[in-house]
């Protein structure tokens, strides 16, 4: 008949709870892109300022994937980030209170970023779904 059914509208504050092993390994894939990134970077770019690639990462695994890659793309920059970027390299220890405080705040950031993503994807689906209903009434 023509008709086509609406996209659903999403509760507030509902969270997807399944997710895609594809999103999972995107996240450690864009992880590992910014490791890449922050090596060619690293003799440019003071050490702290390296950390906002991985909360990029977190924030396009929190918009594209959802609440658990953006988790393990957290998890996986607060690694990769003590690993290869502090000093000493190539080991998870933390020497300098500086980094101490540059990984923690790369952690509580990455976090915060998450959360806004994921509401703001909300927001676009529910405002999409608004708008395919008015636009068909």
């Known amino acids: 008949n023509g008709l086509q059914k609406a996209p659903p509208v999403k509760r507030r504050g ?7 092993p ?5 996240a450690l894939a864009l992880t590992a892109g910014a490791v890449g990134l922050g090596m060619a970077l690293d003799a440019f770019l003071p050490l702290s300022n390296l950390s906002f690639l991985f909360v990029a990462v977190v924030a396009l695994s929190a918009y594209f994937g959802g609440l ?12 990769a980030y003590s690993f290869f970027f502090t000093h000493p390299r190539y080991t998870l220890s933390i ?3 500086e980094d101490t405080w540059t990984v923690a705040f ?5 976090v915060a970023v ?5 509401r703001l994807k909300r927001q676009v689906s529910t405002v999409q ?3 395919w209903r008015t636009e068909n009434l």
């Open 14 to 20: 509902h969270v997807r709870k399944t997710w895609s």
């Open 129 to 131: 779904a608004y708008a």
């Open 68 to 79: 658990w890659p953006s988790l393990l793309a957290t998890l996986a920059g607060f690694l």
């Open 106 to 110: 790369l952690v509580v950031v990455s």
């Open 22 to 26: 594809g999103w999972m390994l995107g």
């Open 95 to 97: 020497n300098s209170q």
């Open 114 to 118: 998450s959360n806004v993503a994921l």
